[in-house]
């Protein structure tokens, strides 16, 4: 267990987080709005001086041409010959992504002078023979705001350890030092990372370090100006980094972001971090998020984080927690307990596991259930957001044409690189992931009169393999519940992982007192139920996003990417394509002026009559025989 440094030091070497002079202190000390990085103000670990193994240079080289040095020093490089190699994959996202593409040169140097560099395929190099130290410079560049690489402006840099460090072969793992340079940067920038420090200035600049790759990358670091909040929740530091100075209510998100980590702490019986990040990046339009071992990387659309003054139960709001509740979530359930075959994963290539729909599918059940439970999601909103979830799934027919296994198993190549027939070839392992999460918890729940549920499912799994790191083999998930519970699930089993049945969700809620239903959906601005499409505004014109199965759209020969330009010669803005489409007939053929390509087509389209596929959840009016005791254990007193 590393060392403390005392709460009473001002200047922290631990990490260069904490308290500023000119921070204004709130809501009884919940947050501080930082400007300045100095010492956390609460301990945080000292990092024990080891010999240094090899060493990484960071630093914004060029903001204007997005170009980020990096020097990697080896003191004894292989006698061979050192190769090095840059992942092509990060954790947690699971596409092949050839970080190695944005490498722009890379020189090398040793103690009689320049050393030559071979590319032995698209992301190794080797490096001839040579006497150390080794140096080898390259440049990266960046200019992908994602949250899985790297990007780097005037205004700021970041990037994930992926992007930037090339891993050395046949060397010891570890330890890896990191020196954050700030030479290249503006006066007023700062360097943040949860990466545990050696010794750092008071503005984030200087030396870190890590155990060995897998925790070098798994730190990402940012360089700029921000808004840090920090609150404390399960007695540890977390921060939440915004960059420039937006106007939030920082007391108001800390307030609930400690809510929601003390709520998953409480489920697993311990945090198995010393401190945590939230590290924001507001878009226009967006929403997403990559989990790490000590914090989180978000795209938050700006519209969802809080003012002053706005209503904690606004929706884009709600999203914003349930996020950050994902994420969180993700400390345990995939950085930790996770697959047998991610213990030590080849970055170089693809690595299948069967068992995404439990990872993604698990914390996507929890991530608006902490919420619900927390208090922080009206029960009312958590229905409403469920049967969300619950449409999506079967309105599209992929569910009847893939499994969850064969999902988890194919999110390579075909989950991550979805195209405009997802809906009707594949399912989301996280969207029927969740659903079946909810019926496994709800099967325990019934099928041992409460003693079993699947939370006890999850502190089992950390404690038989998130603490140990021991990986979960691909069968370990249903031979635990088996185990625990007593049951013979081998044929929920079969239905929800391995087969394209529908899970019968109708009888399981309505053993907790709620009550199923399906409906036509309303038409939109994104979706006509009597078309059959999904759409977007292009210009003055609906341009044809998704054209789902059987249905009218696909019928009339419409396809993906058409522009409709009129319907029986009339224009229709994608605004009201939905809500006029719904006042027309449905049993006389309609004509449809579409431009597809350079090509004006003419085809004639019936509409359907809107399909009951919008799933609505309601509280039982009828009393059921012990849904409310059974409803209370599941939910908490909220309901």
């Known amino acids: ?95 092949i992504r050839d970080f190695a593409r944005h490498v722009i040169t890379v020189q090398a140097s040793g103690a009689e002078g320049e050393v030559t560099i071979e590319k032995i395929d698209k992301q190794t190099w080797r490096c001839a023979p040579a006497r150390g130290p080794l140096r080898v410079s390259y440049e990266v560049y960046a200019w992908d705001a994602s949250v899985r690489a790297a990007a780097l402006d005037a205004d700021g840099g970041f990037c994930n350890g992926t992007s930037v460090f090339m891993r ?68 540890v530091p977390h921060w939440v980094v915004l960059p420039g100075a937006p106007r ?10 400690a809510t929601v980590c003390q709520h998953h702490t409480s489920l697993f019986g311990e945090l198995p971090t010393e401190q945590y990040v939230f590290f924001m990046h507001p878009v226009s339009q967006g929403y997403g998020g990559l989990e790490h071992r000590a914090s989180t990387v978000l795209d938050v659309a700006r519209s969802s984080l ?18 950050c509740s994902h994420e969180y ?19 170089s290539r693809e690595v299948h596991t069967t068992l995404l729909w439990a990872f993604e599918g698990i914390t996507s059940y929890y991530d608006d259930l902490a919420l619900c439970r927390s208090g922080l999601l009206p029960p009312d909103d958590w229905l409403r957001r469920l049967a969300r979830t619950i449409t999506r799934v079967h309105r599209g027919t992929g569910r009847l044409r893939q499994t969850l296994a064969e999902s988890s198993f194919d999110a390579w190549t075909r989950f991550y690189k979805a195209d405009e027939n ?22 325990l729940r019934l099928g041992t009169q409460g003693a079993c549920s699947l939370d006890d499912i999850m502190r089992a799994l950390w404690q038989r393999y998130g603490r140990t790191g021991e990986g979960v083999p691909e069968d370990g998930i249903e031979r635990l519940v088996t185990e625990l519970s007593g049951l013979d699930l081998e044929p929920f089993f079969e239905t929800a992982l391995r087969s394209t049945r529908d899970l019968d969700l109708s009888e399981l809620l309505r053993s907790f007192g709620i009550d199923l239903t399906w409906h036509p959906p309303e038409p939109n601005g994104e979706y006509s139920p009597h078309l059959g499409a999904m759409f977007r505004e292009d210009g003055r014109f609906a341009r044809l996003q998704q054209v789902f199965d059987g249905r009218a759209a696909q019928r009339a020969g419409l396809a993906s990417g058409d522009l409709l330009l009129a319907i ?9 394509l939905g809500a006029w489409l719904k006042r027309l007939p449905t049993t006389q053929p309609l004509t ?46 909220i309901v």
């Open 168 to 235: 050395p072969h046949n060397q010891v793992d570890g330890p890896y030092e990191v020196f954050l340079e700030r030479a290249t940067c503006p006066s007023d920038w700062r360097a943040m990372t949860s990466m545990p420090a050696v010794a750092v200035d008071q503005s984030g600049f200087g030396r870190y370090r890590a155990a060995n790759y897998d925790e070098l990358i798994d730190h990402p670091v940012r360089f700029g100006e921000c808004t840090i909040f920090h609150f404390t929740a399960a007695g």
């Open 422 to 443: 997802a809906p009707n070839a594949i399912v989301s392992y996280y969207a029927k992931g969740a659903l079946a999460a909810l019926a496994l918890d709800l099967t």
């Open 1 to 95: 267990m590393p060392s403390l440094v005392p709460a009473s030091r001002t200047a922290r070497v631990a990490t260069g987080w904490g308290d500023c002079t000119s921070a204004t202190r709130r809501g009884g000390g919940a947050y501080r709005a930082l400007r300045v990085w100095y010492g956390p103000p609460d301990p945080v670990p000292r990092v024990t001086e080891l010999p240094p193994v090899m060493r990484y240079f960071l630093s914004p080289k060029n903001a204007t041409a997005h170009l980020f040095g990096v020097v990697l020093e080896i003191d004894v490089p292989d006698p061979a010959g050192q190769r090095l190699e840059l992942p092509a994959w990060i954790p947690g996202s699971y596409m």
């Open 306 to 323: 809080p003012l002053p003054g706005d209503s904690p139960e606004r929706e884009s709001y709600q999203e914003l927690l349930g996020l």
């Open 248 to 257: 939030v209510n920082g007391e108001r998100l800390c307030k609930d972001l």
């Open 329 to 347: 979530f993700h400390l345990w359930n995939v950085k930790r307990i996770r697959p047998a075959v991610f213990t030590d994963p080849d970055l």
């Open 592 to 637: 449809a002026h579409v431009l597809r390509g350079d090509r004006l087509r003419v085809l004639s389209v019936t509409l359907d009559e809107a399909p009951e596929e919008e799933c609505q959840l309601r509280w039982s009016s009828v009393p059921v025989p012990g849904a409310q005791a059974r409803r209370r254990d599941w939910l908490g007193e």
């Open 568 to 576: 029986d010669e009339t224009h229709l803005p994608a605004a009201t």
